[in-house]
């Protein structure tokens, strides 16, 4: 595992096509920005430890940062690694963001009522 590339499950990828149908969001790397962030705010600890990156969706640290936040994803992921008890090394940072940001994927693409980028916003916000 490596942050300098991310790669999705196929059911991540699934339903990350979903979520560009139905929000009108083109880019996989703003869908999963948004999905991490909504995965970090909920303080449960994810209850899947391990994701099999099987689909042919990649990207690398900087396309899914982007060059501005970068290092405030990278400190918001670290953070989450020392709230659960976990040293911030490399291998547990990498393991936090796939397991956080699947997690957020699959919590916005089981939202029945994600029916545009207005109802994306309110959800996160809410």
């Not at 560009?20 to 790397?29: A, Q």
């Not at 640290?61 to 040293?87: P, V």
Request: negative net charge; aromatic residues 6%.
């Amino acid at each position: 595992m490596s942050l300098d590339h991310i790669k999705l499950s196929q059911t991540g990828k699934d339903q990350l096509v979903r979520l560009k149908r139905v929000t009108g969001i083109k880019h996989w790397n703003v869908l999963c920005r948004w999905a991490l962030m909504f995965s970090l705010q909920d303080s449960s600890t994810p209850l899947v430890r391990e994701i099999v990156a099987d689909s042919n969706v990649t990207m690398d640290w900087k396309t899914f940062a982007g060059s501005e936040y970068g290092d405030i994803y990278l400190a918001l992921i670290k953070a989450r690694c020392l709230q659960d008890g976990e040293e911030p090394t490399d291998e547990a940072v990498s393991r936090t963001l796939t397991i956080h940001l699947h997690r957020g994927i699959g919590y916005l693409a089981g939202r029945q009522d994600l029916e545009s980028v207005h109802d994306l916003v309110m959800t996160v916000a809410a």
